[in-house]
Every structure is written in structure tokens, then in C-alpha cells.
């Protein structure tokens, strides 16, 4: 059902990722990294847990949220426990054979303990011995990790992808982002210094819906639910929701809720996700006031070149600024996917936060 708020996992419930879908399955035979990349809301999750089904390997997916920006390696080998434990039970009694000989594993019945402490898990012994194993079942075993970018703070992870990418050749890593700058920020690869400098990766970007393909998406979904709202009102919804999947699923389940279809959910829709949005916006704000003033402006202003950004800025602290300053503050937004660039002007990128932010501004003291 495309209008279940929850993240999908069936391909039926996957809307217009087809093409996306046939590259992941074509990559999978050489790439070592897939990235799939997209703004906030964009289906991203559900994409890749519908990717990961439809490659028929086995797999495992850590999702990253909820731990803090620099987690303890005991809180990713926590992570990783669970996901191990939530294996298909196809390949669960193989694969428990294959890694509980490995030093820091520990097979309590059919469940698999892992050893916190840094003088525990060997990692990448551990995925070595994934990989026989993967080799031996004559298939690649999938490694996802969503939203890689919450625990940039470790940075052992950059160097365990190396290894795995370069001595496991069974294994494929899967890693999705919302925050692209500082995903490929903490992933190095343009970073000399950085262990995945110069490596390849796929990379799947997850695009807003064009208006035609909202439209097809809102028809098919309220068929499915056996609701029927007007034209104008879903041309209504196209326009303020601006084709992010997430908005336009969120509107579907409120008409569900209601059992009918008018602005006034759409409305509501804009509001509750303005929320939503703002509070994810609040968190960068509490790092800077800077970038509080400079989303506010724009969310006031709808756009506006680096010079009024810059000019904006020396208002509220009352001086000149260095323009290297201006453009770090700048560059941290766009690396949040907080703003982009358009037609050489900053804008916020999901209109529905610079709604949200319209009604609310961000505190700047």
C-alpha cells in the first residue's frame, strides 16, 4: 500500500523505482560500495530495504538512528548483533556455523553474541570469514548501513570499508544518506588522507516525483484505500508538496484517517510536516545561530545570492565577516542538505521546512 507511512519493504509498495531497482541489481555484480544518496524523505529506506529483498543475497541492515553523532564502537557492534540475529532463517544455521569460530563471536543456541570491547570483535576477521562463507553459498552478502552520516564520529569505519572493499570480494556494502556532503565527507573518497580515497562506488540518487508521477502516485494510492478526491484537490497537493514521496504519503494516510479528501488535510499536512522539518533544522541551529539567521532569511526571502547571505550575517553580529567564513557557514547548510544552490541563488531545499520555518523562525541568540 503507497500510502502506509511506515518504510516499505515490498516491491509492490515501491512506487516508480524501477530503473533504480535494475541498477542496483546490475551493479551488485562488480561493486564493492553502493551510495544512495537523496534528500530528506525521499525513500531512501525503503528503497533499500526493497533493493536488498530483491537481490535474492543474503543481508544484513544496521539502521543508524537514534544513536548519538559519536557512538561508542560498542554501540555499532550492538547494532550489528541485532541485525546479525535477524538474518533470513534460510541462511541463519550456514552462516552461524561459518562465524562461530571467530574470536568475539559467541553462539548461545540460535542466537549470536558479539564482544563489545575493543579487545573483542575483530572486525574485519569477522567479515573475512562472511566472505568465505558468501563465496561458499555462491552468493554476495550485503553489509547496509542506514544513514551512514550519524556516526561520522567513528572513524574506524572509512578504514573497515577499505578492507572489506579490498580483501572480501563477496561482500557488497550498501550505505544510504541524507546529509550527501557529510556522508561523502566521512567517507573520504576525494580526501587524500582518507582510507576510500579514489575508490569506486555506485551511487543511486532517490529524486523527487515530477508532477506527472506525484499525480500517477496519489491516483494509484487513493484506488487502493477507495477514496476519490477531486482534481483540484490534487492538483492542490501536488503544488504545496513539491513531489517528496514522504510528504505525499503522509497527506495520503491523514485522507485515509479522515475517510476524505480536501485543501483543508492538505493544509494540515504542510503544518504537521513544517513541524517535523523544523525540529530536524533546530539541531543544526543549536550547532551555529549562524545558520539559524541564514534559514531564516531564506525561508523569509525564498532565495538570495551569497552577497545578501553575507550581507545579512554582518547585520546581526554588527561587523565584517570574511568571506571564507560566510562560504564555510554556507557549505556546512548545502553539506546538511539543509539549502541548495539554484539559478546561482541559496535556496532551503524541501519548501516544506521553509514553511515550517516561515511559521516558527529558528533561534538565533
Known amino acids: 500500500m503507497y500510502f502506509d507511512p511506515r518504510p516499505k519493504t515490498k516491491k509492490e509498495d515501491l512506487f516508480d523505482r524501477e530503473e533504480e531497482l535494475k ?3 546490475r551493479v551488485l555484480d562488480y561493486a564493492s560500495l553502493i551510495v544512495i544518496t537523496g534528500l530528506r524523505r525521499t525513500g531512501k529506506t525503503s528503497f533499500m530495504n526493497v ?15 537514534g544513536l548519538p553523532y559519536n557512538p561508542s564502537r560498542a554501540e555499532i557492534v550492538r547494532r550489528l548483533e541485532t541485525s546479525f540475529n535477524q538474518i533470513e532463517r534460510r541462511w541463519f544455521s550456514s552462516f552461524l556455523e561459518a562465524i562461530r569460530h571467530v574470536k568475539g ?4 543456541g540460535n542466537t549470536i553474541s558479539l564482544e563489545w570491547s575493543r579487545t573483542g570483535i575483530d572486525l574485519a576477521d569477522l567479515f573475512d570469514r562472511i566472505d568465505v562463507w558468501a563465496k561458499e553459498q555462491g552468493r554476495r552478502f550485503l553489509v547496509a548501513f542506514d544513514e551512514i552520516q550519524l556516526i561520522r564520529g567513528e572513524k574506524n569505519i572509512p ?19 541524507s546529509e550527501v556532503g557529510l556522508l561523502f565527507g566521512f567517507l573520504g573518497f576525494d580526501d587524500p588522507n582518507s582510507p576510500l580515497y579514489g575508490r569506486h562506488y555506485a551511487e543511486i ?31 492542490y497537493a501536488i503544488q504545496k508538496l513539491n513531489g517528496i514521496v514522504g510528504w505525499l504519503t503522509l497527506f495520503g494516510a491523514r485522507c485515509r484517517d479522515h475517510n476524505k479528501c480536501d485543501k483543508n488535510i492538505v493544509d494540515e499536512v504542510v503544518r504537521e510536516g513544517g513541524r517535523l522539518a523544523r525540529a530536524e533544522a533546530l539541531k543544526a541551529a543549536k550547532l551555529s545561530r549562524r545558520y539559524g539567521i541564514v534559514l531564516n532569511f531564506l525561508a523569509k526571502t525564498g532565495a538570495a545570492s551569497w552577497t545578501r547571505i ?17 562560504t564555510d557557514i554556507i557549505n556546512k547548510l548545502v553539506k546538511m542538505s539543509l539549502i541548495l544552490k539554484r539559478d546561482e541563488k541559496y535556496v532551503i531545499a524541501d519548501p516544506i521546512l521553509s514553511y515550517g520555518i516561515s511559521q516558527e523562525p529558528l533561534p538565533v541568540v
Open 23 to 25: 541498477t542496483f541489481l
Open 51 to 65: 533493493a536488498l529483498k530483491e537481490s535474492k543475497c543474503p543481508y544484513i541492515s544496521l539502521d543508524l538512528r
Open 105 to 108: 563471536v559467541n553462539v548461545l
Open 159 to 177: 578504514r573497515l570499508f577499505a578492507h572489506i572493499m579490498d580483501a572480501d570480494q563477496n561482500i557488497t556494502l550498501v550505505v544510504t544518506g
Open 205 to 235: 540518487r532517490m529524486r523527487n516525483f515530477e508532477p506527472d508521477e506525484a499525480r500517477a502516485f496519489l491516483e494509484t494510492g487513493f484506488q487502493q484505500i477507495m477514496i476519490s478526491p477531486s482534481t483540484e484537490v490534487l492538483e
Open 310 to 326: 553575507k550581507a545579512i550575517l554582518e547585520a546581526y553580529e554588527n561587523r565584517s565577516l570574511p568571506s571564507s567564513t560566510v
